[in-house]
């Protein structure tokens, strides 16, 4: 009889944790993981509803506020640049990790897809990201951890088994793990390190509207947990690393 694996943490004092597309799926799971694990989680969502429910339900598991919502649309973040950073400065002045796990998808064939859900989809999946971590940086300079964690696809990933109808989301997830290599070498002296996880297929919402009726073998709160040890410890052993986490195909 097979045993699950139990990641442990080794950071010893509280992290501040800036996690996107926390309002549901495997964000809404590593927002728990996080906070039950007493680290401050500034919660990141354009679902301001959503994301206020996820913040309360973490506070009430972990009988104190170390969880805080922070209702704003990341395709803005260039014109709202500096009502982001002052959002975000209300709860801390230091940020330890950024896990860029907000994404859109959509299933649509190539010759089908307009140009404007396309540009969407680069807007949502990776400039949204990029531009997030460039304004970020400054908070993260003062930080022992400095470690930035791009959630991409396994549909993204060099060599993998591809599928018909996501082929610009496909590629704007490669596109965010091609900017984790570059981000890797060009930051690497001061201290960051910069790392993408591919992620396999997790029952989650998103998956359910590409694949339906498919059941992925790892669930929300299964991925949730590696992600929490991968974003404290990864650190130590990876840099500029687009890391497969997948046990099946999609």
């Not at 501040?16 to 694990?37: C, D, E, P, Y």
């Not at 680069?122 to 997030?132: D, K, P, R, V, Y």
């Amino acid at each position: 009889m097979t045993k699950d694996f139990i990641f442990t943490n080794q950071i010893p004092e509280p992290m501040v944790i800036l996690l996107t597309g926390a309002s549901r799926g495997i964000g809404a799971a590593l927002a728990q993981k996080l906070t039950g694990s007493g680290h401050t989680v500034l919660l990141v969502s354009r679902n301001r509803q959503k994301i206020q429910k996820i913040a309360d339900t973490c506070n009430r598991l972990a009988g104190k506020t170390i969880s805080h919502s922070i209702p704003f649309d990341l395709t803005e973040l260039s014109d709202l640049e500096k009502e982001f950073i002052s959002m975000i400065g209300k709860h801390t002045g230091v940020v330890d990790a950024l896990i860029n796990n907000a994404g859109q998808m959509i299933n649509k064939p190539f010759r089908q897809i307009t140009l404007r859900e396309a540009r969407g989809l680069f807007e949502a999946n990776f400039f949204a990201a990029a531009q997030l971590i460039r304004v970020i940086l400054p908070m993260m300079t003062d930080s022992n951890l400095k470690h930035v964690i791009n959630i991409t696809s396994m549909g993204g990933f060099q060599g993998s088994a591809k599928f018909s109808g996501l082929s610009y989301y496909s590629a704007s997830k490669a596109a965010l793990g091609n900017l984790t290599e570059c981000l890797a070498e060009e930051l690497g002296e001061e201290g960051f390190r910069v790392n993408a996880l591919a992620i396999g297929s997790v029952q989650t919402e998103m998956l359910a509207e590409a694949f339906p009726g498919y059941k992925a073998p790892l669930n929300p709160e299964q991925m949730a947990e590696f992600i929490q040890w991968f974003t404290l410890e990864g650190s130590r052993y990876f840099n500029g690393k687009i890391l497969p986490v997948s046990i099946s195909t999609p």
